[in-house]
């Protein structure tokens, strides 16, 4: 009979599975004490062309509003007042709010699945892998919303269509990341704590590539979601590129995340990382696996996919897990003191 | 409507029957109209965010009535109910109406009570048109939207075209034929959408969203777009309604009534894949609406087009717009899920008391 889906069953549930493994490293912004009035910001939110996904480095001063700023895909987006309710639709957003101090006025979050950080929790959550509540984001007031270039683009149309500004974030590396981080410093009006995280940021990333710099690159697959099919890190992207800052030689795959089995085995990966919770043992006992010099040397370890993958502070964490984990007898300088 | 000068019974579909069925059609058109009154209100007083019956009512009296009411409610209320809940509550009663006329136009055209824009091919045909025109990277919003509609109307008018020709056993398209035939094609068709997927990148969501149907994407520019296909290529072939009465007695018999059976045919072809193609492109694949509604009228009221389709028309939206409020009450489940679950067992039902009617 007619059904509204026949043959793609398949490729949907993988499809499905994809989309949750991206929107996996989900995080939340903390507890608000609402401001009361809301002086809504009077946006022009113009979704400009999106062509390929630049992030520059925005030397954009945000002292006084209104600000201009230019998002991920070129869409420029002017704030006439600084947003007093912000809306994430991400975890990595939602990770970078806090981190810049616009925590407090952060008043919904994405679903995530590793909710960081704590003070997130409480949210109320408008965006799942299933698609975004537009009417609760409207109820809460906000007036600015940030997004990812993985939310549906229909949602980000419909927002921006009742004159709520969007920011969509598109980082692809970790410099993308870093401008992200900027880019929302200077929408919520605290470009100063976002150019002071960066630049700590920057500093750890050197500590941490100087330290795995001379270690001998080892081949490591990554592996982001197991079982029938086995997804892993495309190349290029921002996993790829983490990866090899770590020392490692990372089996990558196309933009579809698989990659047939045949090809890790031919690869045969000295370290194993398990970033989807599979358990190690389960992990040995996989048909074919047993041929790969990593489960034959027990080098299978477990990692926070959130840390690794989500374009946001810990992503300096994130190299250091990696480090640790890619080569366990290497020395992963401390972090720096917290200025 | 026996008395009617154009009402033709032809043998093989006597389900209704002729008896009361002037009386059964204008009680149907009422039930219909409080229905749809009383899912409009449903619609728009339901959503994830509570607003009060009263906010609701005074909303709707003053934005759109253009009532001079006391304000009482927040400007986020407002736009909740006018800008968000009433283009979905719409665009849901529009798709609706659009598959209710599509389906009674191919199981007139196709004198099979099989068909609809699902087992034919067509609305796959229109996705796999949608999915191509997503891929494609136009960012001008004007040609994206027109894009959309002409491929989707490409691929829906293809593969009727397609299901129509192989499938026909000199004028009637047979069962077996049919199923057959609307199967090859809708897996071929399934095979192209999964590619299209496969191809897509960042327009995997989009697509995917075009597999499950929903309305949620519904805003009073889609609307704006939709609204004139479907209503408009309704009424056109409401205005054939007599071609289709001949066509069901068969061409020979409809080309003796003065019909010109291959142009007719082909326009009424082409509206219905419009219809399918715009509602598709608006709201994605939405199974059973189709078939069942025009089913349930034709048991009511008997087989004339001139009644068969405009209940149809109300039929559709009715149940359409009760499926997404259902959909939405589940926590946004696909409203596809929801028009299988209505309708299969419905139809089942159906097609089992009335086996006699049909020739199976």
Same mark, same amino acid.
């Given at each position: 009979?007619?059904?509204?889906?026949?043959?793609?069953?398949?490729?949907?549930?993988?499809?499905?599975?994809?989309?949750?493994?991206?929107?996996?490293?989900?995080?939340?912004?903390?507890?608000?004490?609402?401001?009361? #009035?809301?002086?809504?910001?009077?946006?022009?939110?113009?979704?400009?062309?999106?062509?390929?996904?630049?992030?520059?480095?925005?030397?954009?001063?945000? #002292?006084?509003?209104?600000?201009?700023?230019?998002?991920?895909?070129?869409?420029?987006?002017?704030?006439?007042?600084?947003?007093?309710?912000?809306? =994430?639709?991400?975890?990595?957003?939602?990770?970078?709010?806090?981190?810049?101090?616009?925590?407090?006025?952060?008043?919904?979050?994405?679903?995530?699945?590793?909710?960081?950080?704590?003070?997130?929790?409480?949210?109320?959550?408008?965006?799942?892998?299933?698609?975004?509540?537009?009417?609760?984001?409207?109820?809460?007031?906000?007036?600015? $919303?940030?997004?990812?270039?993985?939310?549906?683009?229909?949602?980000?149309?419909?927002?921006?269509?009742?004159?709520?500004?969007?920011?969509?974030?598109?980082?692809?590396? *970790?410099?993308?990341?870093?401008?992200?981080?900027?880019?929302?410093?200077?929408?919520?009006?605290?470009?100063?704590?976002?150019?002071?995280?960066?630049?700590?940021?920057?500093?750890?990333?050197?500590?941490?590539?100087?330290?795995?710099?001379?270690?001998?690159?080892?081949?490591?697959?990554?592996?982001?979601?197991?079982?029938?099919?086995?997804?892993?890190?495309?190349?290029?992207?921002?996993?790829?590129?983490?990866?090899?800052?770590?020392?490692?030689?990372?089996?990558?795959?196309?933009?579809?995340?698989?990659?047939?089995?045949?090809?890790?085995?031919?690869?045969?990966?000295?370290?194993?990382?398990?970033?989807?919770?599979?358990? *190690?043992?389960? $992990?040995?006992?996989? #048909?074919?696996?047993?041929?790969?010099?990593?489960?034959?040397?027990?080098?299978?370890?477990?990692?926070?996919?959130?840390?690794?993958?989500?374009?946001?502070?810990?992503?300096?964490?994130?190299?250091?897990?990696?480090?640790?984990?890619?080569?366990?007898?290497?020395?992963?300088?401390?972090?720096?003191? #917290? =200025? | 409507?026996?008395?009617?000068?154009?009402?033709?019974?032809?043998?093989?579909?006597?389900?209704?029957?002729?008896?009361?069925?002037?009386?059964?059609?204008?009680?149907?058109?009422?039930?219909?109209?409080?229905?749809?009154?009383?899912?409009?209100?449903?619609?728009?007083?339901?959503?994830?965010?509570?607003?009060?019956?009263? /906010?609701?009512?005074?909303?709707?009296?003053?934005?759109?009535?253009?009532?001079?009411?006391?304000?009482?409610?927040?400007?986020?209320?407002?736009?909740?109910?006018?800008?968000?809940?009433?283009?979905?509550?719409?665009?849901?009663?529009?798709?609706?109406?659009?598959?209710?006329?599509?389906?009674?136009?191919?199981?007139?055209?196709?004198?099979?009570?099989?068909? /609809?824009?699902?087992?034919?091919?067509?609305?796959?045909?229109?996705?796999?048109?949608?999915?191509?025109?997503?891929?494609?990277?136009?960012?001008?919003?004007?040609?994206?939207?027109?894009?959309?509609?002409?491929?989707?109307?490409?691929?829906?008018?293809?593969?009727?075209?397609?299901?129509?020709?192989?499938?026909?056993?000199?004028?009637?398209?047979?069962?077996?034929?049919?199923?057959?035939?609307?199967?090859?094609?809708?897996?071929?068709?399934?095979?192209?959408?999964?590619?299209?997927?496969?191809?897509?990148?960042?327009?995997?969501?989009?697509?995917?969203?075009?597999?499950?149907?929903?309305?949620?994407?519904?805003?009073?520019?889609?609307? %704006?777009?939709?609204?004139?296909?479907?209503?408009?290529?309704?009424?056109?072939?409401?205005?054939?309604?007599?071609?289709?009465?001949?066509?069901?007695?068969?061409?020979?018999?409809?080309?003796?009534?003065?019909?010109?059976?291959?142009?007719?045919? %082909?326009?009424?072809?082409?509206?219905?894949?419009?219809?399918?193609?715009?509602?598709?492109?608006?709201?994605?694949?939405?199974?059973?609406?189709?078939?069942?509604?025009?089913?349930?009228?034709?048991?009511?009221?008997?087989?004339?087009?001139?009644?068969?389709?405009?209940?149809?028309?109300?039929?559709?939206?009715?149940?359409?717009?009760?499926?997404?409020?259902?959909?939405?009450?589940?926590?946004?489940?696909?409203?596809?899920?929801?028009?299988?679950?209505?309708?299969?067992?419905?139809?089942?039902?159906?097609?089992?008391?009335?086996?006699?009617?049909?020739?199976?």
């Amino acid at each position: 009979m007619p059904a509204s889906s026949r043959a793609p069953s398949r490729l949907l549930l993988t499809s499905i599975a994809v989309v949750a493994v991206l929107f996996g490293a989900c995080s939340a912004p903390a507890a608000t004490p609402s401001p009361t #009035a809301v002086p809504s910001a009077l946006p022009t939110a113009s979704p400009a062309p999106a062509a390929s996904p630049s992030p520059a480095p925005s030397p954009t001063p945000a #002292a006084a509003f209104p600000v201009t700023v230019t998002d991920d895909l070129a869409g420029s987006v002017t704030l006439a007042a600084e947003p007093k309710k912000v809306v =994430s639709l991400t975890p990595a957003a939602t990770e970078i709010l806090f981190a810049v101090g616009a925590g407090s006025r952060t008043v919904a979050k994405a679903e995530d699945i590793d909710p960081y950080p704590p003070e997130a929790g409480a949210l109320p959550i408008v965006s799942t892998y299933k698609g975004i509540d537009v009417e609760k984001i409207v109820a809460l007031g906000a007036d600015l $919303v940030v997004a990812d270039a993985l939310n549906p683009p229909d949602a980000i149309t419909k927002i921006r269509g009742l004159g709520i500004p969007v920011i969509v974030l598109a980082a692809t590396s *970790i410099d993308g990341a870093l401008h992200d981080i900027e880019l929302i410093g200077d929408a919520v009006g605290e470009h100063g704590p976002a150019a002071d995280l960066t630049a700590s940021m920057r500093v750890r990333f050197d500590q941490l590539k100087a330290a795995a710099a001379g270690l001998e690159k080892v081949r490591v697959f990554y592996e982001i979601g197991g079982g029938d099919t086995i997804y892993t890190v495309p190349d290029p992207s921002i996993y790829a590129e983490m990866l090899r800052l770590a020392g490692s030689d990372p089996i990558t795959t196309d933009s579809s995340y698989v990659i047939p089995l045949e090809k890790i085995v031919a690869a045969d990966p000295q370290v194993i990382l398990i970033a989807d919770g599979t358990p *190690i043992s389960d $992990v040995r006992k996989r #048909a074919g696996w047993d041929t790969m010099t990593a489960v034959k040397d027990g080098a299978i370890v477990v990692i926070s996919d959130s840390l690794v993958t989500r374009p946001g502070p810990r992503l300096v964490d994130g190299l250091a897990a990696l480090i640790a984990a890619i080569h366990p007898d290497a020395v992963v300088p401390t972090p720096i003191p #917290a =200025s | 409507m026996a008395t009617a000068p154009d009402a033709i019974t032809p043998p093989r579909l006597t389900v209704g029957q002729v008896v009361g069925a002037r009386g059964g059609a204008v009680r149907l058109v009422v039930v219909g109209i409080v229905a749809l009154v009383a899912a409009l209100i449903l619609g728009v007083g339901l959503g994830s965010v509570a607003v009060a019956p009263g /906010d609701t009512i005074g909303i709707i009296a003053h934005r759109v009535f253009g009532l001079d009411v006391a304000r009482t409610w927040s400007t986020a209320a407002e736009t909740i109910v006018i800008d968000l809940r009433l283009p979905r509550v719409l665009t849901s009663m529009l798709v609706g109406m659009g598959l209710g006329v599509a389906g009674a136009t191919f199981q007139g055209l196709l004198r099979n009570p099989l068909a /609809d824009p699902y087992v034919l091919g067509t609305a796959s045909g229109a996705a796999l048109g949608a999915a191509i025109a997503v891929i494609v990277p136009v960012h001008i919003v004007v040609l994206q939207f027109g894009l959309l509609h002409g491929l989707a109307f490409i691929g829906a008018l293809g593969a009727i075209t397609v299901v129509y020709r192989l499938s026909r056993v000199g004028s009637r398209a047979p069962m077996t034929s049919l199923l057959l035939t609307g199967y090859a094609v809708g897996s071929l068709l399934a095979a192209g959408l999964a590619m299209a997927m496969y191809l897509s990148g960042a327009a995997l969501r989009q697509i995917f969203g075009y597999l499950l149907g929903g309305f949620d994407g519904a805003t009073w520019q889609r609307l %704006a777009v939709s609204t004139p296909l479907i209503v408009g290529a309704s009424i056109l072939i409401l205005l054939r309604a007599r071609s289709l009465n001949g066509l069901l007695l068969g061409e020979e018999t409809a080309a003796h009534l003065g019909i010109d059976v291959r142009r007719e045919r %082909a326009i009424l072809l082409g509206l219905a894949s419009l219809i399918t193609a715009a509602a598709v492109a608006g709201s994605g694949l939405i199974g059973f609406i189709g078939l069942v509604v025009p089913h349930v009228v034709r048991m009511v009221v008997g087989p004339s087009a001139r009644v068969v389709l405009p209940l149809s028309a109300i039929g559709g939206a009715v149940l359409l717009a009760y499926a997404d409020i259902a959909s939405r009450l589940l926590g946004e489940i696909p409203v596809g899920v929801v028009t299988a679950i209505i309708g299969a067992p419905f139809f089942l039902l159906i097609l089992r008391r009335a086996r006699s009617g049909y020739e199976v």
